[in-house]
């Protein structure tokens, strides 16, 4: 294990991306909750996931970072190395989980699970404390913190690892428009550094503001996958047609 | 004022004139109860999280039988650890029968389970909100058992108290593998059924305030710091 850790920390840097989705189904207690999904997600687009309640955003997101197994169909990443594969990906949930310990431990922790050397832990886990704009809150128990605050030691520990994916799921959709507004700008800072971006969201707001590509699903179907600005000028499916409009789906 | 009331004064006054006898029982009660509540919290802590976090076959009937053995009864223990230790048990040689150390031992195979499936209840339930997060950081099940007894610190002191409690309370495993021997093994419950037997209530029912006084500030202080600890650290 020590030494899978060891090769898989200094494997050297083949590319991850592009994901490949291939006829993804999954199904519980005998519904089918994503039904053979099939799409390529690639380097440097941010990619937004979107479709109205039920419709598999966070289901398809789970499957992809392999939090969970599909019935039918897999998930192919550039890398075949699942150790690596798993490692190089982040993943922030809609409610973070901050273990009881100080902000600071918490990104540590994240990058000793990592195979980060402990040297190199705290002031890896300090310069991403800054980044998200937390330095000064280091030392304060994480789970004092603000809501908002926390899905910033959320990115923070997502981004310390430096990973080649992020996924996000509804990462705003508990938080005010200020703390929002700040989790975007992190979101865009993570880009810019070259991190591909993965987020499901129905705030059609954010989805404009965030997307470069969007990916509509509804019912467990792929409906749509095309570059934003075509999408919202001119979606092609009724489905997307009458989510655009703020219709009440079926 | 009948016969409690003069014995109830009685033993006011014998807990107030701090008595020696009376501290001694109550000093060796502590250093029993306390020691079997340490060392099976050692044992107890990772073997009940480990069951929590782990998935293999028969691991429901063995939750099952470890909840059960929660009710364990003292004098069954009492006497398996008597037949242990007795001259011609497998560990007689060790001469331990009849001293602090036995009473220790049966009392920390008395708790053990009790500590143990309450912490397993308490990190089940840490874990079910932990998995999905701890997956994506690929900390491995064994590897999470640490981080979720830490993270559990607060609850899990409430486990160690109702060790402390069915421990401090119970008489029928210290009775019989202590012996109640003035100075050397008797503890709070042994004498307060020996000295009712023999008629001497004041020292029975001093012994008796002192115990649920006990079990009050202890309750009380573990309270108030899990509270204070909850709002300084989350």
Redesign the interface.
């Known amino acids: 294990m020590f030494l899978a850790r060891l090769v898989a920390a200094t494997a050297p840097d083949e590319p991850l991306l592009p994901l490949s989705v291939e006829n993804l189904t999954f199904e519980a207690g005998g519904t089918r909750l994503l039904d053979n999904v099939s799409l390529t997600l690639g380097q440097g687009m941010r990619t937004v996931v979107m479709g109205p309640n039920g419709a598999g955003k966070s289901l398809l997101l789970?499957l992809c970072?392999g939090?969970l197994r599909p019935t039918r169909g897999r998930v192919r990443w550039a890398l075949d190395d699942g150790e690596a594969v798993?490692?190089r990906q982040?993943?922030v949930?809609q409610r973070p989980?901050l273990?009881?310990?100080s902000t600071l431990a918490n990104v540590t922790?994240?990058l000793a699970?990592?195979g980060v050397t402990l040297r190199c832990r705290r002031d890896r886990a300090m310069e991403a404390l800054e980044r998200v704009g937390l330095g000064h809150l280091a030392g304060r128990?994480?789970?004092?913190l603000s809501g908002g605050e926390q899905q910033r030691v959320a990115l923070a520990?997502a981004w310390a690892i430096r990973p080649d994916v992020l996924f996000l799921d509804e990462a705003t959709a508990n938080l005010d428009p200020s703390a929002t507004r700040t989790i975007e700008g992190i979101v865009q800072a993570m880009h810019e550094a070259g991190v591909k971006i993965v987020l499901t969201t129905h705030d059609l707001g954010q989805a404009r503001r965030l997307a470069d590509e969007i990916v509509f699903l509804h019912k467990g179907r792929l409906v749509e996958h095309r570059p934003a600005a075509a999408f919202f000028e001119r979606p092609r499916s009724e489905q997307a047609r009458a989510f655009l409009d703020g219709r009440l789906m079926e | 004022m009948t016969e409690l009331g003069r014995a109830a004064a009685a033993a006011l006054d014998l807990i107030l004139s701090g008595d020696a006898e009376l501290a001694g029982i109550v000093g060796l009660s502590l250093q029993v109860s306390l020691s079997a509540v340490l060392i099976a919290a050692l044992v107890a802590m990772p073997a009940g999280a480990l069951l929590a976090v782990l998935r293999f076959p028969g691991r429901g009937l063995l939750v099952v039988l470890l909840n059960a053995l929660m009710g364990l009864p003292p004098v069954v223990v009492g006497l398996l650890v008597y037949l242990a230790l007795s001259r011609a048990g497998p560990l007689g040689s060790w001469g331990l029968l009849f001293t602090p150390t036995a009473m220790i031992v049966a009392q920390a195979i008395l708790v053990t389970p009790i500590i143990a499936a309450l912490t397993r209840q308490t990190v089940a339930d840490l874990q079910e909100?932990?998995r999905?997060?701890l997956?994506?950081?690929?900390?491995r099940p064994l590897?999470a058992v640490p981080?979720l007894l830490?993270?559990a610190?607060f609850s899990l002191l409430t486990a160690l108290l109702a060790g402390l409690g069915r421990a401090v309370a119970e008489v029928g495993a210290v009775i019989i593998v202590g012996g109640n021997i003035a100075g050397v093994t008797r503890v709070m419950t042994t004498a307060i059924a020996l000295e009712t037997s023999k008629g001497d209530l004041p020292l029975a029912l001093g012994l008796g305030m002192v115990l649920v006084a006990l079990a009050v500030a202890i309750n009380a202080t573990a309270f108030g710091a899990q509270g204070l600890l909850r709002r300084?650290?989350?």
């Open positions: 789970r970072h939090l798993r490692r982040a993943f949930f989980v273990l009881r310990r922790f994240a699970h990592a128990p994480a789970r004092l520990r | 909100e932990y999905e997060q997956a994506s950081l690929g900390v590897a981080a830490w993270d610190r300084v650290q989350g």
